[in-house]
């Protein structure tokens, strides 16, 4: 079995997303989780939970690149964060997606967009952490400060998503936050990427995770269709490739278990 531990099938345009979701036993998909973008989105994607119970699951927060049209209403969208947390602790399983995303700042309002990331940033490790859940990072064009505003603020459970930075900065966070995930999406596989197959062939199995980060980054095999979960068999496939040929000696089966295990523990997708 497989968990696809990041994906955003609500965009998905091609595919409906109750279609997607009946496709997922055709790959060995046993659950998902949802990502989405705002509270209002968040919502949306606790309610799929319930109607999926077991195979679905809700993370809540709001995109880095929205905090700032939200830097009046942080106070406000916290405590609404919080209840949905509260209320729907069989559903919610992560706080995403904190990061500082300086790839889309605007260069007149620079510092100040960075500063309510900082805000909201901060605030999202401290409600995590204050109910024991994941924070799912994707640092861009940002990695030294996103990972001195976690080491700062004590953060717990810290899971890097769609990686692509290089060994050296994996085991630096590996070693920083004891409860530590790497999620390798396939980028894993393209030819420039060649720090993040390092990275994948190297770092201890009980740090690893996969996923699709449905609808982006499609397979080669399916380069031009919409990415779908059951396309993380391709990014398994590519992981294990890359280990072997690093002498690493868990067989496919062990690989795939073990990544299913970490996916399982780590999200407490029980």
Known sequence: MIVDTHTHIYLNKKSKT????????KDNIEKIVSIWID?????????????????????VWIHPCYTYKEKENIDNNIKIIEELILKN????KAVWECWFDFYRLNEKN????????????????????KYNLPIIIHSRNAKNETFDILKEYKAKKVLFHCYC???D??????????????????IVTYPSATE???????ININNILIET????????????????????????QEIYKLRSENWKKESFEELRNKIYKNSIEFLNLK
Do not use: H
């Open 39 to 59: 509270i209002e989105s968040s919502k949306k994607s606790i309610s799929l939970s319930k109607n999926n119970p077991g195979k679905i699951y809700a993370s």
């Open 213 to 236: 980060d449905t609808p982006y980054l499609a397979p080669k095999e399916v380069r031009w269709q919409e990415n779908v979960p059951n396309n993380i068999k391709y990014t398994l």
């Open 169 to 186: 900065f994996a085991y630096k966070i590996i070693d920083q936050f004891k409860e530590c995930m790497i999620s390798f999406s396939w």
């Open 110 to 129: 620079r510092d100040d967009e960075i500063k309510i990331q900082k805000k909201y940033f901060i605030k999202q490790i401290e409600l995590a952490n």
């Open 89 to 92: 602790k069989n559903e919610v």
């Open 196 to 202: 993040v197959k390092k990275t994948a062939a190297n």
């Open 18 to 25: 109750q279609d997607i979701i009946n496709n997922l036993e």
């Open 165 to 167: 930075e290089d060994l």
